[in-house]
């Protein structure tokens, strides 16, 4: 024999995929991975059919009444009341307590004379107290914050994700979206969070093609969904349940 041939490699394994034909190196039972994504493809619209019919009106109920559950404002370390905020705030202050009397110019063994110039005391004022009122300020309105309630601010983000109000400049429907639907905080299950997705997002293609994906040698686990709808190779390609969102 050729030594020459005693070196080479072992030509692969080859496989034929029962959907494509083709000669593979790897299946997934008896299909190969080029041919998952246009399976899940075929599948989206019955897909969709199974979500609406288990969690349609669960879906339309927390959308009209709905909340998340465990919310609560934050405050960022770096938050603090700008001198700009403060400033006015303590001139008001002044300038009205004078008015009233409640800050007097006191001439000994006469009557209180109230002026009108009060630029000097409202400026020393402000220097004196500036720092130690704005940490106090800063801190008090940080506590409130932290315990102030969520109702009004969970009701926007859900009446925006569902077109029921405008989108703010600065935030897009997308964001809204991916915001409620992709936080622990939502009770709904996952397959009523994805429905969310597929009602609502403008980029219907990019929705598809999401929920198609064959990344990681798995599929979503969504297509759990269609129970025994589901072929069986690509059964076998769903997360764990534990990895659900």
Known sequence: MDR??????????????????????HLNGSTCSVCVTPILVSLWPRLIEVLEEKYGRLLDGWLEHGRFQGLHWSVSPEFTVPPEA???????????????GEILFDLPRSRSWVPSETEELVEDV?????????????????????????????????????????????????????????TPANPLPHGARTLIDIRYREDRQGELELHTEFADWVIEPVWRELGDELPPDLAGLLPEEEDWM
Do not use: W
């Not at 020459?4 to 190196?25: A, G, I, K, N, T």
């Not at 703010?168 to 964001?175: G, V």
């Open 86 to 100: 403060l400033r006015p705030f303590v001139r008001k202050v002044i300038e009205d307590a004078v008015l009233k």
């Open 126 to 182: 402000y220097a004196r107290c500036e720092a130690s009122l704005r940490r106090l300020i800063t801190r008090e309105l940080s506590k409130a914050v932290k315990r102030a309630p969520t109702l009004l601010a969970e009701r926007e983000l859900i009446e925006t994700l569902c077109g029921r109000r405008e989108a703010r400049p600065t935030d897009t429907l997308e964001d809204a979206i991916y915001a409620a639907v992709y």
């Open 4 to 25: 020459s041939e005693e070196s080479q490699d072992p030509q692969p394994l080859l496989f034929r995929c029962s959907v494509c034909s083709e000669l593979r190196d």
